[in-house]
């Protein structure tokens, strides 16, 4: 038996964090808030929930990013877990300079002016307890204040540059499994976190 290739290895900072995570799958989600100019959204891999006791989620924008300004001057935000089929709204939300609340993106505000996507299954409005810059990201620490699942679909991924998703297909009925329904649509470069590429 051979053995096996010694890793790579180097020492090249940012080139070594985007390498590592492509190989990382991450539930893509939107991250909504209302503008001073009016609703604004982000595609967004860097969503993770972060305590159950108060319900907190944590997520990071860059401080490049258009919307940094927006982020930093937020009370509220939404967040919207995207599902297989999603793909365009993804994309729509990460390419600089789109009319993201156009059609054919479906919408409504909530009752606190927050822009809510219509077509997101599982959503949570959060208020925002803190933030940081850390190196060139803005980190948000936020509370849940209200959620809503809808139906069990197959969530839309990002990995290796491309959204994708794992388990069945919407309206399959095939049973879940590590490689049913695999489905890969290449990410475009934009706005956004999907920095890493």
């Known amino acids: 038996m051979s053995p096996r290739p010694a890793a790579e290895t180097s020492a090249r900072g940012p080139v070594d964090l985007r390498r590592a995570f492509r190989r990382h799958a991450a539930g893509v989600t939107i991250v909504t808030m209302a503008g001073p100019r009016g609703p604004v959204g982000f595609t967004a891999t860097s969503v993770a929930s972060l305590s159950e006791e108060p319900p ?3 997520l990071a924008l860059s401080t490049r990013s258009s919307l940094a ?3 930093t001057g937020a009370s509220t935000l939404v967040v919207h877990l995207l599902s297989a089929g999603h793909h365009d709204l993804a994309a729509r939300f990460a390419r600089p ?4 609340f156009a059609p054919p993106t479906r919408w409504r505000r909530l009752p606190g002016g927050e822009p809510l996507l219509l077509d997101a299954e599982v959503w949570m409005r959060c208020r925002i307890r803190r933030r940081t810059v850390e190196g060139d990201h803005h980190l948000v620490i936020a509370e849940i204040l209200e959620s809503r699942v809808g139906r069990a679909d197959p969530p839309l991924i990002y990995h290796d540059g491309s959204y994708g998703t794992v388990g069945p297909r919407p309206g399959s009925g095939s049973v879940p499994g590590p490689s049913t ?3 890969r649509q290449a990410a475009p470069p934009g706005d956004g976190d999907l920095g890493i590429r």
Do not use: E, Q, T
Not at 97 to 100: E, I, K, L, P, V
């Open 97 to 100: 300079g789109a009319d993201r």
């Open 181 to 183: 329904g695999a489905a």
């Open 69 to 71: 300004s927006v982020l």
């Open 56 to 58: 907190l989620v944590s």
